[in-house]
Nanobody
Framework: QVQLVESGGGLVQAGGSLRLSCAASGRALRNYNMGWFRQAPGKERVFVASISRSAGNTYYTDSVKGRFTVSRNNAENTVDLQMNSLKPEDTAVYYC???????????????????WGQGTQVTVSS
């Protein structure tokens, strides 16, 4: 079993940047495809970005393409989400998730991820 802990959230003005980090323990992250999801108040949890085991494949939801970058460091067991040009609509609780898989292809479907962090709040003011 893998435990995930997110950090790096906070309050930022529109146009600013934040870097979220997800630290894993219990298992080596190199065996997991990783995803970032977010949930705004009163809304469902939605896909933001994902990165495959080798970091060879990354995927983004359309609304964050060109602004967010997902990366990972398997040696340090961490996955990061660099968020630039933040907008008020990016306000949400952000979750990282892990999918134990033999394939090097991360999915956008939340149902594929077995392990989740507790989330970190990101608030973007206008």
């Amino acid at each position: 079993q893998v435990q995930l802990v997110e950090s790096g959230g906070g309050l930022v003005q529109a146009g600013g940047s934040l870097r979220l980090s997800c630290a894993a323990s219990g298992r080596a992250l190199r065996n997991y495809n990783m995803g970032w999801f977010r949930q705004a108040p009163g809304k469902e949890r939605v896909f933001v970005a994902s990165i495959s085991r080798s970091a060879g494949n990354t995927y983004y939801t359309d609304s964050v393409k060109g602004r967010f970058t997902v990366s990972r460091n398997n040696a340090e067991n961490t996955v990061d989400l660099q968020m630039n040009s933040l907008k008020p609509e990016d306000t949400a609780v952000y979750y990282c998730a892990a999918d134990f898989s033999t394939s090097d292809r991360a999915t956008y479907s939340a149902r594929s991820y077995e392990y989740w962090g507790q989330g970190t709040q990101v608030t973007v003011s206008s």
